[in-house]
């Protein structure tokens, strides 16, 4: 590639020095020049614009792998949210089932209290029993108590509605209990298909309502038993109307009866006061239970969210994909093509180091006027300026082609105080063209031509000035003979 730059500069620069001359000359050397120009563009093949071509090609690829790779990026840090909101998913549930468990002891800790509430009603019935025989002589005094027994009886009352209140509250707290379990298990299936790492989850959910139904099962005996205290309860009412009818001749043990009922009083207290402390507690249950529901739903919109996203990411990891096989494809033609030009690159430059390289420039004399002879005579240009591949011999003029191939010839002469100046160019001894100008006035003029010749290897060139011509020639450098190989066949 260097040699053949090199060649078109020596050519530039030869064509430039035959531009040197005086006057009317230099137009006809300047449309000589760009005739050289012209012809060795066509000839010469364009390996620079194919090689920019390459160059551009390749660095619209490097774009495009860059902006693959930051895509990719994208995608790598959409996947760690993912990641990290199942993260932030797994401590809810564990939270929940901390929840859970702080419900089971608060429920462990209500049925022991029924329970004791179940014995108590059992003394109480003994108590009764004991009343019952003590009270047969103690009927005397009953109608006075008799409107205490009803104020208890009202009391009685309000506490079997807050009882009843309560089974309904505990049957709502089920229900929802049941809500929850049932979202628990949607969002457990629907977690499951989302990412493999939860199947830890899924057996912890598992467990939480396997608990839940513990509990459930639970809250139904309860309600069970506190139906039972509420007939025995009743039972115990009718027992009080038939003691009322006996207490009215039971007034001499009316006074150890009042003390027990006293004592009945401060245990119905301490029953009301447990009653809204379990009131309280069951607020409190209802409210965490509200919490629940609501975090479920948060979290059930977040896990569509999430699950809408992780849809959208395989889709543009998809899109990634099909875009790097894409630019993987591109990529490969682009390195066939890249490895082709490289051959041809190489190929050119193999044939452009094989080709011979002929460019010579030269001019006449400096001993000014030459001719006019009786004779025909062949010009010696012995003023060498060029002579690559020395095919041209100042000693004799002729120039003798060393390879076959097409080559540019360019003459120029000057004639000076003289009528008739030109010369004839000879190929192997044979006159292929003449040139020559008569003046009158006997002035000066230049006269330039060229020739475009394919010779073969040993085909000899050389100048003759005929008879009775003419030329001039001086340290000026007016009149020159070049010429260059084209091209070798």
Not at 19 to 38: H, P, R
Not at 70 to 85: C, F, G, I, Y
Request: net charge negative; charged share 25%; glycine share 6%.
């Amino acid at each position: 590639m260097r040699v053949v730059l090199g060649l078109l500069l020596l050519l530039l620069g030869l064509c430039g020095s035959g531009a040197q001359g005086e006057g009317g000359g230099l137009d006809e050397v300047g449309a000589v020049e760009e005739s050289s120009e012209q012809t060795t563009k066509q000839t010469t093949p364009d390996i620079w614009a194919e090689v920019r071509a390459l160059r551009d090609m390749v660095v619209e690829l490097k774009v495009e792998l860059r902006n693959m790779e930051a895509r990719v990026k994208d995608s790598e840090s959409q996947v760690n949210e993912l990641k990290t909101e199942l993260i932030l998913t797994k401590v809810k549930v564990e939270l929940l089932q901390r929840e859970n468990s702080v419900q089971a002891t608060q429920l462990i800790s209500l049925e022991t209290r029924l329970t004791a509430t179940e014995s108590k009603t059992s003394d109480l019935e003994k108590q009764n029993a004991d009343l019952q025989t003590r009270l047969s002589t103690s009927e005397s005094e009953l109608l006075v108590s008799k409107s205490r027994i009803d104020q208890l009886e009202r009391e009685n009352e309000v506490q079997a509605t807050q009882l009843i209140s309560l089974g309904t509250r505990l049957t709502a707290t089920e229900s929802k209990t049941s809500d929850l379990e049932k979202q628990n298990a949607a969002l457990q299936t629907r977690l499951s298909t989302s990412e493999s790492e939860l199947l830890v989850t899924k057996s912890r959910i598992d467990q939480l309502e396997r608990e839940s139904e513990v509990q459930a099962t639970q809250l139904i005996s309860l309600e069970t038993r506190l139906t039972a205290t509420e007939s025995k309860t009743s039972d115990l009412e009718k027992q009080n109307a038939d003691l009322q009818t006996r207490l009215s001749t039971s007034e001499s043990e009316l006074l150890v009866t009042k003390s027990r009922i006293d004592q009945l009083e401060r245990e119905n207290a301490v029953q009301a006061t447990q009653l809204i402390s379990l009131g309280t507690r069951l607020t409190a249950t209802e409210s965490k239970t509200s919490d629940l529901e609501k975090q479920n739903a948060d979290l059930q919109t977040r896990l569509s969210t999430s699950e809408s996203e992780l849809l959208v990411t395989k889709s543009r990891i998809d899109q990634l994909e099909r875009e790097s096989e894409d630019l993987q494809t591109r990529l490969s033609i682009s390195e066939s093509e890249l490895l082709v030009s490289k051959s041809r690159i190489d190929q050119l430059e193999r044939e452009n180091a094989e080709k011979p390289k002929v460019v010579f420039y030269t001019a006449l004399t400096n001993s000014g006027q030459v001719g006019p002879y009786n004779a025909d005579i062949t010009l010696k240009y012995s003023k060498v300026f060029t002579n690559i591949g020395n095919a041209y011999n100042p000693a004799t003029g002729f120039f003798t082609a060393p390879a076959t191939g097409v080559y540019y010839l360019q003459f120029t002469v000057f004639g000076h105080n003289t009528n008739a100046m030109g010369l004839q160019v000879y190929k192997n001894n044979q006159s292929i063209m003449h040139n020559g100008d008569l003046q009158q006035d006997g002035g000066s003029e230049y006269l330039t031509n060229s020739l475009v010749l394919k010779l073969i290897a040993g085909d000899k060139i050389h100048l003759v000035l005929p008879s009775g011509y003419s030329l001039f020639d001086n340290a000026g450098h007016h009149s020159t003979f070049s010429g260059a190989l084209l091209f070798p066949m």
